[in-house]
């Protein structure tokens, strides 16, 4: 094959949702609180919560917003500290500050997860909610996290954004915290352009991420699909005493996303079959290192992180240029000027900027690659091959069979 593939198309959006979408352009009833029940807004909420296990699901206009709902409806007080994993997109520290308040950063260690030594001592620093940021699909050690939190009473938020279909010991992603928090924006596993949705078991928290996503005067009474007591307790509890964002999802994003649950289990198997092929050829090269996931993780990637080895900053961007001759875009999170993901970017956190030097290092030699389900294995041949070719470019062919 002579041209590289490409990394960036999605997957069309399956036939079936063409029914319900002309069903939509007909009726023109895109609002999710028209229809008296059964609108898709709520259709994909009961059908999503059932995927995950979860008692409640809240569907709104991106993950970003439901990071932001967890953290307004657990209650924190303004300039409340946020601990968060310092390798994140800055959506996250973001949603933070957008709730008023402070994000706390820990390191992130060379294999992309939560350094626990750093995490455990900034913990005991005053840290009243904690915003677990699953980056790029990767599970940091959540039996570590849950245990250190819950003997604090310290609330746990997963941002499983990029994270549907990772299972963690036997537990769904996203279901192990106080909230789980998904996107539907088109880099993700499923894509409705831009959305989210957030679940829970905690029905006062639920309640209140209901009526602040903008469900006004009663129509939180669309989000009790069957009696539950408890539910309509806490709306009734928090009617008129909670400000109205309106973050709300619309009926045709959910049409869209809806048809989609059914290809979760091929995307994830897919995704991740393709993942470890490519891994197993970029190990086998002197100069990268794809780290290993942690024992209890079941993986759900659609890209590929790597470490490059023993290349300095000059040889890491020859060799991201190198690659780029050979038609493979490789992101180094901390060389490309004004990167999201480089928490040195997130200038508008109040206060100094923490020195994060583990997390720093990884950032300087974390190389990024998109690497989509659907992808054949010709496709992946040509991407491990040109990253290695790549390397051995910049780093010599004596070097890279010699020791
Ligand atoms: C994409 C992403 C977000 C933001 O999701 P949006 O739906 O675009 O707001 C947050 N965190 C992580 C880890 C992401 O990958």
Redesign the pocket.
């Known amino acids: 094959m002579s041209l590289a593939p490409n990394v960036y198309d999605a997957e069309p959006i399956p036939e079936s949702a063409r029914a319900e979408i002309d069903k939509l352009l007909k009726s023109g009833d895109l609002f999710r609180y028209t229809a008296p029940e059964n609108a898709p807004v709520t259709l994909l909420e009961q059908d999503f919560a059932a995927h995950m296990g979860s008692r409640y699901a809240l569907a709104v206009?991106?993950?970003?917003?439901?990071?932001f709902l967890s953290l307004k409806a657990l209650g924190l007080r303004p300039g409340a500290r946020v601990l968060i994993p310092a390798f994140?997109?800055a959506?996250?520290p973001s949603?933070v500050v957008h709730a008023e308040c402070q994000p706390v950063l820990c390191e992130v260690g060379e294999n992309y997860r939560i350094d626990m030594a750093d995490f455990a001592a900034r913990l005991d620093d005053d840290i009243d909610a904690v915003l677990v940021?699953?980056?790029?699909g990767h599970t940091s050690d959540m039996a570590a996290i849950m245990a250190l939190c819950d003997a604090r009473g310290i609330p746990v938020v997963e941002?499983?954004?990029?994270?549907l279909g990772t299972v963690w010991d036997g537990r769904k992603i996203g279901t192990i915290g106080r909230v789980g928090?998904?996107?539907?924006?088109s880099?993700?596993l499923l894509n409705a352009g831009?959305?989210?949705i957030m679940i829970t078991d905690d029905a006062d928290l639920v309640a209140r991420a209901v009526i602040m996503s903008g469900a006004y005067e009663h129509n939180w009474a669309k989000h009790m699909n069957e009696a539950d007591p408890e539910l309509e307790a806490a709306f009734a509890h928090w009617q008129n005493k909670l400000p109205l964002y309106n973050l709300r999802m619309g009926n045709l994003s959910a049409v869209i996303i809806r048809p989609q649950l059914d290809e979760i289990a091929r995307r994830v198997r897919d995704g991740r079959t393709n993942h470890d092929y490519v891994a197993d050829r970029l190990n086998r090269s002197a100069f990268l290192h794809v780290p290993d996931k942690l024992a209890k993780e079941e993986r759900a990637p659609d890209s590929i992180q790597f470490n490059l080895i023993g290349m300095t900053e000059d040889e890491t961007r020859a060799f991201a240029a190198a690659a780029a001759e050979r038609g493979i875009k490789v992101q180094v999170f901390g060389l490309s000027t004004d990167n999201a993901r480089a928490f040195w970017n997130w200038q508008f956190i109040p206060g100094d900027m923490p020195d994060l030097p583990r997390t720093r290092a990884m950032l300087m030699r974390a190389c990024d690659v998109r690497l989509p389900a659907r992808l054949t294995r010709a496709e992946l041949d040509y991407i491990a091959g040109a990253l290695v070719m790549a390397a051995q470019d910049v780093m010599g062919e004596a070097r890279a069979y010699g020791t």
């Open positions: 206009s991106s993950c970003s917003a439901a990071l994140t997109f959506a996250v949603a940021s699953h980056m790029r941002d499983a954004a990029h994270s928090c998904f996107s539907f924006q880099y993700k831009e959305g989210g």
